[in-house]
């Protein structure tokens, strides 16, 4: 007779024990090419991947180092953290150093190793990013959400943020900016940033200020960043993916803060970094020395792309404006959150009462694919929705081929998203009628 084992009982840490949902972004990217594996139609606005071709130049780059196999400095090889230095001091406005920089698989390792690094609890404009929270529970660290509403589109303010700190018993905090941001689509102003900066130096505050989309701002917002108020204690975030669509090549960089302390924060995450990622792959490495060169051919990509996806974005806007669908004008990268609050009567007689209400009943039954609030630290009866703008109408390689090249043949942005944007053009659509039906 077979031996009889006792099942193993494996208890998971506290962070992880209970209902712990996966990454929303990730699930419903998945979701919906389960849906479209299926053979229906889905409109894709609820994935946030910046979908141009590799440019040449990086593409080569990478090919040409492919034999590189050996382990690398976790900091980056020094070559690279020179070229990130020059590049974000002459494009980004960051006073940056080489022994300042670090590398990373992505920026998000980085984000989750500077919150490992520091004692003390974690603030976040409402709403914010899918993973700031769940990092910093992760972590055990209790997580503070500034209040913002949908009346006056979220808009972060110096006193909110005041009345927040001065709720934690910590005498440290961590305050996790993103400018401009996921899910809004915002920027914050410099007088905005100033008076952030103020606060945070008299509150012993470190700033990691998420700039991952600074490149992709739109023409009519300047980017600029927190860093140039508050140098001694902002670590300025980025990486490759946004600006130059390599999401998947997992390339992050971090910037320390200026001084003795920015140093001693740095060392830290080299360890953190040392014993949980090791380095960046090296082919990855040598190739981002190309995407941080100067090059005026890359360079110039970056900004056709950015104006490319201001285009779609701003398209998206205005289609939602004449529908009279409450929503932030979009000022860089390309999100956007509209609120259905003033629908909330029509939609509650559906069963509608939460944005994860109102996200599932637009995916199954009018096809558009979106986030709710909810994963962006918005109140459940709050029912904003994040749209993006990135993945629709390129959701393989030869669709976003095929419009770049439409683009470089003589057609202008705006002339591209009106006349070669079926999908764009299906979801608004879609929206109308959802928004009539609730008049039925």
Not at 8 to 35: C, D, M, W
Not at 133 to 158: C, F, K, M, Y
Not at 227 to 245: A, C, D, I, N, R
């Amino acid at each position: 007779m077979p031996i009889q084992r006792p099942t193993p009982a494996f208890h998971l840490a506290p962070a992880l024990a209970g209902e712990r949902s996966l990454s929303p972004t990730l699930y419903i990217n998945q979701r919906v090419k389960e849906r479209w594996a299926a053979g229906e139609t889905i409109y894709h606005l609820g994935f946030g991947e910046s979908r141009f071709p590799v440019h040449p130049k990086i593409r080569a780059a990478l090919i040409a180092h492919a034999d590189a196999r050996s382990y690398l400095p976790t900091l980056g090889i020094p070559e690279l953290r020179r070229a990130v230095a020059d590049f974000y001091t002459k494009y980004m406005g960051v006073d940056a150093t080489p022994e300042r920089v670090i590398v990373a698989p992505g920026s998000k390792p980085l984000l989750y190793a500077f919150q490992m690094a520091l004692a003390g609890d974690t603030i976040l404009p409402t709403p914010s990013w899918v993973s700031y929270a769940p990092q910093a529970q992760l972590l055990n660290r209790p997580v503070w959400q500034i209040p913002a509403s949908p009346g006056d589109e979220h808009r972060l303010t110096v006193e909110a943020l005041q009345q927040t700190i001065a709720q934690s018993a910590e005498t440290q905090h961590i305050l996790i900016l993103n400018s401009p941001s996921n899910p809004t689509g915002q920027m914050l102003a410099p007088d905005l940033l100033a008076g952030i900066a103020e606060v945070c130096r008299a509150t012993n505050t470190l700033v990691l200020s998420d700039e991952i989309y600074a490149l992709t701002s739109h023409d009519h917002t300047p980017h600029v960043s927190i860093s140039q108020f508050y140098p001694e204690g902002t670590v300025v975030l980025g990486g490759l993916s946004k600006h130059l669509s390599l999401g998947g090549w997992r390339l992050g960089v971090a910037i320390a803060p200026t001084g003795a302390a920015g140093q001693q924060l740095l060392q830290a995450v080299v360890k953190i970094g040392g014993e949980l990622w090791s380095c960046v792959a090296a082919p990855v490495q040598y190739a981002a020395l190309t995407a941080y060169g100067d090059d005026p051919e890359i360079l110039g990509y970056i900004a056709e792309s950015s104006r490319l996806h201001m285009a779609r974005t701003q398209h998206l806007w205005r289609g939602l404006c004449e529908l009279d669908i409450p929503c932030a004008r979009p000022e860089g990268g390309f999100y956007l959150y509209p609120n259905f609050d003033g629908w909330r009567q029509a939609l509650a007689a559906k069963s509608i009462h939460t944005s994860d209400d109102l996200a599932r009943h637009l995916l199954d039954v009018w096809h558009i694919a979106s986030l709710p609030g909810t994963a962006f630290g918005a109140p459940a009866k709050e029912l904003s929705l994040r749209l993006s703008s990135s993945y629709v109408d390129m959701e393989d390689d030869a669709q976003a081929a095929a419009l770049l090249a439409l683009h470089r043949s003589g057609v202008d942005a705006e002339a591209l998203v009106r006349d070669h944007h079926p999908a764009l053009a299906g979801a608004l659509t879609n929206f109308r009628a959802f928004l009539a039906s609730l008049h039925e």
